[in-house]
């Protein structure tokens, strides 16, 4: 996708609910408490790469290295390319020690 949508100001689809019945039921989950839902999922992708993300005033994201650098991105679906250029290295999720070193890291 272009980054039009940003221009324009338009949500991108991950920072929003994808499921129609988010809001009702007993289970009532705000966009806040799904947004840090995505935040704990990513930040557990990332734990074997010691680099983390966390909300930055409910719009967006602050990514930090071990070493203190960091940016502010959007959304999830930049949080990849801004890994890249922060670290100068590709997460490359079928990477067998990647993978070896989150089963490690997750127990």
């Known amino acids: ?6 221009l324009l100001g ?3 689809w991950t920072e929003t609910s994808a499921h ?3 809001f009702t039921g ?3 989950n705000t966009l806040r408490a799904e947004r840090l839902h995505r935040t704990r999922i990513v930040n557990a992708a990332l734990c074997p790469k010691r680099v983390r993300i966390s ?3 409910a719009t967006s994201y ?3 290295s071990p070493t203190g650098k960091s940016v502010i991105v959007d959304d999830i ?9 922060l670290t100068g290295s590709i997460l490359d999720p079928l990477d067998a020690n990647y993978l070896e ?4 890291v997750s127990q």
Do not use: P, Y
Not at 77 to 85: I, K, M, N, S, Y
């Open 1 to 6: 996708m272009c980054g039009l949508c940003g």
């Open 10 to 12: 338009i949500t991108h």
């Open 20 to 22: 129609t019945d988010a």
């Open 26 to 28: 007993n289970t009532r």
């Open 55 to 57: 909300d930055f005033q």
């Open 62 to 64: 602050l990514l930090s």
């Open 77 to 85: 679906q930049a949080v990849w390319g801004a890994f890249e250029t």
């Open 101 to 104: 070193t989150l089963k490690q």
